[in-house]
């Protein structure tokens, strides 16, 4: 696993020249720093262990005016190495660097007492003793960059640190904080950054965020070595062909094009150095960037902070807190919170179970959601939220909490008995009418208690009934029956498809309809006249039911519909399924 190790410490007590004893390389590079004979800006060198394996080095300014960037280089760092001079001991910055690292979150490191070949042996004695007091359990070695004293056991006692080094947390989507943006002649803009998780290689398409500029990766390097794919952890520098340098800086984030909310709110577990009250305006350090906030207390714990900027952040993350001064940090609970803030809510995010986690956000948005979607809350991992997904009620792409389908599933039934109880003969509603019209609506039919028939809906097993209309159908009937072949005006259409379909009567053109046995009556009569006499007219069925024209002339043009006979001319035909 690729580690990278940053530097910690008061101005002057060695450093940089500690990272040259043992890489080779000065990381002083800016005119400045040569001038004036100290670090401002983060510097880089590869670190070769006594194993073989390659560690990188983050070498950080000491002077109190740039811890800024001190914090910058060491939010991407899985090890310390934290460097006291022998004949100063600890001062403030190697109090403030050593309370950013673990507020960062990292553990391991080595601490070296530097310049030992300038002081006597019980300066000396007194320097190494101070220092494991100041960071117990860690390996404290003595060293000296002039005369190389020491600096193979050091390599030796970071060999040690990286073998314990924690496995990162559970692999995110890829998130690379940008911590210089150069231009090459000939190849355009270059961004270096350490790579927090996932990986980076030639041809992947990545966002800058919080700009939002699409990029594509034309080639990566790791420690100026190219390198097809670069992994988690390491020392990265991708350049990016048609972006211009002003367009990206530091503390931009190279990311998994959705991968990551972008947002102006984080809310955090606090880790206080310094009371930090409610309103208190700071600046938030996250990743490579530096955010100014002010702070909403939610508890004695938990803050919401509310930024100036845009935060690309993802649960888990660690801020560092300062005003002049370092005043903690945090772990960010929630990377885009609403606003209003919920004691219950963050404590549920902090036990972070993923169920409950995934849980929450369902009920949070209030609607099935598809995994995408709560992907890009950056609550969870990749590998988490699918843990956690598996307690949701999954209806094809959408997942929602089962109270939400019992919410549905019982607003449905309620619908339905509604209209069965309703004045409705047709008990059953349009499909389309069941739910919110929304995206999800259709993957959530499978799972109600319906019965489908056509386009519409029904209880299981319901069917018509007349209910109150029973009255109104019998007294139709008995209209019916008396008229007989003259047909009869039904002002209740929806009656009359109802007994229609019950086999009660038959409906006619113009809203008319006969009863039933009339209906088969003349059908009978029909079909016999045509079978004796091979057709027949208008006039002459008119005649057989002794009625008037317009009535044979309807009940004609409903056997036409049915299939029974064809028109031929003036008359009409037997078709041949209504024969025999
Ligand atoms: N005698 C002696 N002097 C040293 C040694 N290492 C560094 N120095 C002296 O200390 C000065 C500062 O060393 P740097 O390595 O630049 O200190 P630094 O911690 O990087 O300083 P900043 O980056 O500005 O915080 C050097 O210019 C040297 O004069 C050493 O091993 N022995
Ligand atoms: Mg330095």
């Keep these: 696993m690729p580690l990278t190790v940053g530097t910690a410490g008061h101005i002057d007590h060695g450093k940089t020249w500690l990272v040259r004893a043992l890489t080779g390389k000065?990381?002083?590079?800016?005119?400045?720093?040569?001038?004036?004979?100290?670090?401002?800006?983060?510097?880089?060198?590869?670190?070769?262990?006594?194993?073989?394996?390659?560690?990188?080095?983050?070498?950080?300014?000491?002077?109190e005016r740039f811890v800024r960037n001190m914090v910058a280089g060491a939010t991407g760092i899985d090890l310390f190495l934290l460097v006291v001079d022998a004949s100063e001991g600890a001062r403030p910055q190697t109090h403030e660097h050593l309370a950013i690292v673990r507020l960062l979150g990292i553990e391991r490191g080595v601490v070296a007492v530097t310049k030992v070949d300038a002081v006597d042996v019980e300066t000396r004695e007194l320097a190494l003793d101070e220092s494991r007091e100041l960071v117990p359990g860690t390996a404290v070695v003595a060293t000296s960059a002039r005369t190389g004293e020491g600096l193979e056991e050091l390599r030796a006692a970071l060999a040690e640190a990286a073998d314990l080094a924690e496995q990162r947390p559970a692999t995110r989507?890829?998130?690379?904080?940008?911590?210089?943006?150069f231009t090459l002649r000939g190849i355009g803009t270059v961004v270096t950054g350490t790579l927090w998780s996932g990986s980076i290689g030639e041809g992947d398409a990545l966002r800058a965020e919080p700009a939002g500029i699409d990029v594509r990766v034309r080639s990566v390097q790791v420690h100026d070595?190219?390198?097809?794919?670069?992994?988690?952890?390491?020392?990265?520098?991708?350049?990016?062909?048609?972006?211009?340098?002003?367009?990206?800086?530091?503390?931009d984030a190279l990311v998994e094009p959705g991968a990551y909310p972008v947002g102006y709110r984080l809310d955090v577990a606090l880790e206080p150095l310094e009371e930090i009250p409610d309103g208190a305006r700071l600046h938030v350090h996250h990743g490579t960037a530096e955010h100014f906030a002010r702070v909403v207390r939610v508890d004695a714990r938990h803050a919401q902070l509310r930024l100036a900027s845009p935060v690309v952040a993802a649960r888990g993350d660690r801020v560092v807190l300062r005003e002049r001064t370092t005043l903690g940090g945090g772990v960010v609970l929630d990377p885009a919170p609403p606003r209003r803030t919920s004691v219950d809510r963050l404590e549920l995010l902090e036990r972070g179970d993923p169920g409950s986690i995934v849980l929450a956000a369902l009920s949070a948005a209030g609607e099935p959601v598809r995994r995408e979607e709560l992907a890009r809350r950056a609550l969870l991992a990749p590998e988490e939220l699918d843990a956690g997904l598996a307690v949701a009620v999954r209806a094809g792409d959408w997942y929602l909490t089962p109270e939400l389908l019992e919410e549905l599933r019982y607003g449905v039934v309620r619908a339905l008995d509604e209209r069965a109880a309703g004045s409705q003969l047709d008990p059953g509603i349009p499909v389309a009418e069941l739910l919110p019209q929304r995206p999800w609506a259709a993957a959530l039919l499978p799972l109600l208690p319906i019965e489908r028939r056509g386009s519409k809906a029904y209880a299981p097993g319901a069917t018509a009934r007349l209910g109150d209309r029973a009255e109104a159908a019998e007294r139709l009937e008995d209209e019916l029956e008396k008229a007989r072949f003259t047909p009869v005006k039904v002002e209740d259409a929806e009656l009359a498809r109802y007994l229609e379909d019950a086999g009660r009567l038959v409906r006619l053109g113009d809203g008319l309809a006969v009863g039933a046995s009339a209906f088969e009556e003349a059908k009978r009569l029909l079909v016999e006249e045509c079978s004796q006499a091979g057709s027949i007219t208008l006039a002459r069925f008119r005649d057989l039911l002794a009625t008037g024209r317009k009535p044979a002339q309807l009940l004609l043009e409903r056997f036409d519909a049915d299939g029974v006979t064809r028109r031929v001319g003036d008359e009409r035909v037997l078709r041949r399924k209504a024969r025999a």
């Excluded at 670090?39 to 300014?61: F, T």
């Excluded at 989507?173 to 943006?181: G, I, S, Y």
């Excluded at 190219?226 to 972006?243: H, S, T």
């Design 173 to 181: 989507p890829t998130r690379l904080f940008v911590d210089r943006v």
């Design 225 to 251: 070595s190219p390198v097809e794919r670069a992994e988690a952890g390491q020392r990265v520098a991708v350049a990016l062909p048609g972006v211009e340098r002003g367009d990206l800086r530091r503390g």
């Design 26 to 63: 000065d990381t002083d590079r800016l005119p400045e720093e040569q001038k004036r004979g100290i670090s401002i800006d983060l510097g880089y060198a590869p670190l070769d262990l006594p194993d073989g394996r390659r560690l990188s080095l983050v070498d950080v300014p000491g002077h």
